[in-house]
């Protein structure tokens, strides 16, 4: 039975999971490996050649090369590097030479090209559930909902300007979440979702300027507290987190509505640091440092932000659908 057929039971569910055993196993079977992986491990590779039916050690070999180039990025690669794993092959059991020129699995080592098959059919079924844009815009819309009222309501305790602004920031990224799943995942228009995103960023952007400017002008003592400094420290994390995620799945997917609001992730990112600073500032009775800082960040990095994608994410002889 070939890999790919192997894998056709795998989706069907007609294969077990792995158990503790069979990952000690992996973990003393590939000790060069971290926490005993097969992936990127060239023994794991002569055992699929061989378990895929390839059985002869010339085209072994010159299958082997390909993996060692794609993988180590060296252009000339000797046959020292490849006898080398097989002779760790042969010793372990796994392989037996048939004649001079034919190798071919043991039991153990059709057992362990399996196993650690189904380890990386387990790993990747994981990888695409965990980073599947249905998935990250969840977690975005849970996180923002949270921090967004602790944010506002802390803010209005402690008259902090930027805290609140980062707290309704957090609303309207909501929005900006509902109109990606309707628009970007359900109906197909990226464009369109991403173009409605960055208005909004812009719209936003003014606005909290305006508040900011009137904050400055105007400011009202800020009482900073544990609690004020310890939900900003959270945001920043778990927004440089969202920022990361949005930003790699985007990529992946392609999906440029998710791209631009990895660009929002990024902007909050900065306005719970520039919270954190006002907050310390603000212990020692500066309380425009706040205000300020909420409208550098915005005009500065929000607005430019909104250009670059602008001029970087569309080409406007295309339609926005």
Known sequence: MSLLKFKHKFDKKEITKLTHKDHQLMKKSYPYSRRGEPHNNFLYALLCLIYDGIHDLAKIKAKMKIFFISSTKQLVISEEDIEEYIQIAKREGLIVKKNEHILELTQSGKKLTEISYINNLEASFYMRYFFSENTVMLASAVTLLVLSLLKILIGFQLNSQAMSAEGF??????????????????????KLASFIIITLMFFTGGSLIWAGIEALFYPSEIIPSVQAFLISFISLILNLGLMYLKGMVGKISGNLAILSDSKDSQLNVMLSGGVIIGLVFAIFGFYFVDAFIGIIIFKFFKLFECYQITLGGFDWKISLD
């Not at 309207?172 to 628009?183: C, E, M, N, P, S």
């Open 169 to 190: 920031e957090n609303l309207t990224d909501l929005v900006k979440i509902a109109i990606i799943v309707i628009l970007a995942l359900k109906y197909n228009k990226e």
